[in-house]
DNA sequence: AAAATTGTTAAGATTTTGTTAAGATTTACT
DNA sequence: AGTAAATCTTAACAAAATCTTAACAATTTT
């Protein structure tokens, strides 16, 4: 669950994120001056800052200076183009004025939390029960970690690149052997064959399926 | 120089943009449809897009969905709270209705162009019981000092910075050695095994794992 | 049933990695 | 500048992981 900390003097609107956040299922945690919000921020780590700009002790300007490791969202009154384009360049993620809509809110919370490298998602791929991870060379087979050796990823990555489509043994065998020519079909076998039992440990079911004569493809 | 892919179809607005965008330092782009933005992000990699929504051949909330490495800022007429949210938790990065101030869309762009991860001077990496302190030599383990040499802690910094990654042999050795050409893969292997000999010398555990034929990432 | 293809297994060959120590280089200090 | 200490690279060898080969069993096609 992700840990909010709001930096709000008013506290009316102070009690509307708190329940607002709340029924999202986030965390929060009330700072109700500027000086406040800086003794919790030194105890704990937050994931996300909201945070108005007029407050007692500190203002939320020199706040924004101070904290460079948190994403900061600015809830303020004041709508000039001065006031969004300073914090925003001193280090603010995003700047909503007030009056500010619950949904509008949400969504740009949402933003600032997810993930940056959404590169990771992408680059898994996924069939059935297998995921294959590209960042560190392991397959998730019920999201339990099995470890593949570098030619018997790339063998399964191209399987599971079309999985509706047959991979021709020649096509496969310049992935286990890229410049080496003396290349035996049989060790392209032996490869497959340990694939299918790493597999197969797991899941009891099969996978990979050989079509005579052509190559191999993932079973439907 | 960062590169700016404007998509919109309205010519004027394009050209505003343009001009301001030029004007502060950016190469700008330009696609005046959906479809021919898609076939650009094909040819090439862009730092940010600037999406109109109502777009002939493919509309912006389409490319919202396809593109998901690239940071985007809608630019849009449409001022509904729904058309905002749906884009922003699609994929949009921030939402700008027009008419939009140009010092508030600069703002918005470095915001969305700056360094995610601006690891503040005084802070440290930390990773179980390792804390890697920023002053280029000191790593403690569990509250025990102990000296690296630069390269070491250059080394062990890149595995902490995303530990779950596999790190390339390759991309350390450049870190190994900057500007000498002449780096042995044979030269890295011993620095990891001093950082590794270092760690295990306090904690009796192992902490670096290596993947055969790629390179190396921090145990889980 | 014979021929061809595929599947499995285990033993060697090969490649990559880990460790150590000595020599070369850089850095720090007087 | 000259010396000592720290650091880096190289080389040699040991250990581990992976790949290939080969033998044989199982399967499919003709």
Same mark, same amino acid.
């Given at each position: 669950?992700? &840990?909010?900390?709001?930096?709000?003097?008013?506290?009316?609107? *102070?009690?509307?994120?708190?329940?607002?956040?709340?029924?999202?299922?986030?965390?929060?945690?009330?700072?109700?001056? @500027?000086?406040?919000?800086?003794?919790?921020?030194?105890?704990?780590?937050?994931?996300?800052?909201?945070?108005?700009?007029?407050?007692? @002790?500190?203002?939320?300007?020199?706040?924004?200076?101070?904290?460079?490791?948190?994403?900061?969202?600015?809830?303020?009154?004041?709508?000039?183009?001065?006031?969004?384009?300073?914090?925003?360049?001193?280090?603010?993620?995003?700047?909503?004025? &007030?009056?500010?809509? @619950?949904?509008?809110?949400?969504?740009?919370?949402?933003?600032?939390?997810?993930?940056?490298?959404?590169?990771?998602?992408?680059?898994?791929? &996924?069939? &059935?029960?297998?995921?294959?991870?590209?960042?560190?060379?392991?397959?998730?087979?019920?999201?339990?970690?099995?470890?593949?050796?570098?030619?018997?990823?790339?063998?399964?990555? *191209?399987?599971?690149?079309?999985?509706?489509?047959?991979?021709?043994?020649?096509?496969?065998?310049?992935?286990?052997?890229?410049?080496?020519?003396?290349?035996?079909?049989?060790?392209?076998?032996?490869?497959?064959?340990?694939?299918?039992?790493?597999?197969?440990?797991?899941?009891?079911?099969?996978?990979?399926?050989?079509?005579? @004569?052509?190559?191999?493809?993932?079973?439907?």
């Amino acid at each position: 669950m992700k &840990k909010i900390l709001i930096i709000e003097d008013d506290n009316s609107i *102070h009690n509307v994120i708190e329940e607002l956040l709340q029924t999202n299922n986030y965390s929060t945690y009330n700072a109700y001056s @500027g000086t406040e919000a800086l003794l919790l921020l030194e105890k704990e780590k937050y994931d996300l800052i909201l945070l108005d700009l007029m407050l007692p @002790g500190i203002n939320g300007e020199e706040i924004i200076k101070k904290i460079k490791d948190i994403p900061i969202i600015v809830l303020s009154a004041k709508a000039s183009i001065n006031d969004k384009v300073n914090c925003l360049l001193s280090g603010a993620n995003d700047y909503i004025t &007030k009056p500010f809509d @619950g949904k509008e809110l949400l969504a740009r919370i949402e933003v600032q939390l997810r993930p940056k490298n959404r590169h990771s998602n992408l680059e898994t791929l &996924k069939y &059935k029960d297998l995921e294959l991870l590209n960042d560190n060379h392991t397959l998730l087979i019920n999201n339990n970690k099995t470890n593949l050796t570098k030619t018997e990823y790339a063998i399964l990555k *191209h399987l599971l690149l079309n999985p509706s489509q047959v991979i021709t043994k020649n096509k496969l065998l310049d992935l286990v052997s890229m410049d080496t020519e003396d290349c035996d079909e049989n060790s392209l076998r032996v490869h497959i064959s340990n694939i299918r039992k790493k597999i197969r440990d797991c899941t009891k079911k099969e996978y990979i399926e050989s079509i005579w @004569g052509i190559g191999f493809k993932m079973k439907e």
